[in-house]
């Protein structure tokens, strides 16, 4: 049996976890321009909103939320609830840790480490919370001058605002969703032409927690990229039998 040879660029490309999908140069530019107007309508709406003057506008971990708001718009981690629960539970438990540890080190240790936790247990999984609890920790003076009233400003305005954006934003093109259950179903799952015997919303539910780990695709995706295969595979099924069909009689 042949070895596959680990020096090819293939193999290289899936031990460093490069991204291989085909996505259109639309989808790319339609992102970036996402981010963009996500990133000034948080600046300027949270400008508008004033506060004292020494409050951050924005917390940084932000630009982190709208990267995956716009360019992922569809992902698990993306979705209103982890970008809402994940930054501020993040933040109640890095003032917290600020506040109750002396150590700097070990309050940011803990911060983020607590933090992970709480967003697995709460389903808010949103990796720029982790961001947003060093910010409560590791902020400096105007952070630390605003206490829990930095979960209010600019945590959760910034987060509100971003929100509202990507809803905003991501409702002018039709085939980008967010959040996700507004999906327009374009593509259909029925399979019962296909050639496979059609999966329940049990079987992926069981197979999920076979795998034991954060998957960062919906269950909607998933039927979706399904429908998607067994209709590929029923119209080659269906082009097969037509080439190989005999001629009628004369």
Avoid at 43 to 55: E, K, N, R
Avoid at 57 to 76: C, D, K, M, N, R
Avoid at 90 to 97: D, E, R, T
Wanted: charged share 10%; with cysteine.
């Amino acid at each position: 049996m042949t070895k596959q040879n680990p020096a090819t660029p293939a193999s290289w490309q899936k031990i460093l976890g490069i991204e291989l999908s085909p996505v259109s140069h639309r989808e790319r530019l339609v992102s970036a321009l996402g981010g963009l107007v996500g990133v000034l309508a948080v600046y300027f709406a949270s400008h508008a909103l004033g506060g004292q003057p020494a409050t951050p506008l924005l917390i940084f971990s932000i630009g982190a939320s709208t990267v995956l708001v716009f360019a992922v718009p569809h992902g698990s981690l993306s979705q209103p609830w982890p970008v809402f629960g994940g930054h501020l539970v993040s933040a109640l438990i890095g003032v917290a840790c600020a506040r109750l540890v002396p150590d700097a080190a070990l309050a940011a240790a803990a911060a983020v480490g607590l933090s992970i936790g709480a967003m697995h247990y709460l389903r808010c999984i949103h990796p720029p919370g982790g961001a947003t609890a060093l910010v409560a920790v590791l902020g400096g003076a105007p952070v630390q001058a605003l206490g829990f009233g930095f979960v209010l400003a600019p945590v959760l305005s910034n987060v509100v605002i971003l929100l509202a954006a990507a809803v905003a934003f991501n409702a002018f093109f039709p085939w980008r969703r967010y959040p996700a259950f507004l999906a327009r179903r374009s593509v259909t799952t029925d399979t019962g032409n296909s050639g496979y015997e059609a999966i329940s919303h049990e079987d992926f539910v069981f197979a999920l927690t076979q795998m034991d780990s954060f998957i960062d695709v919906s269950e909607e995706d998933l039927l979706r990229i399904y429908g998607l295969a067994t209709g590929r595979h029923r119209e080659a099924l269906a082009a097969a039998a037509a080439t190989v069909s005999p001629s009628a009689p004369s």
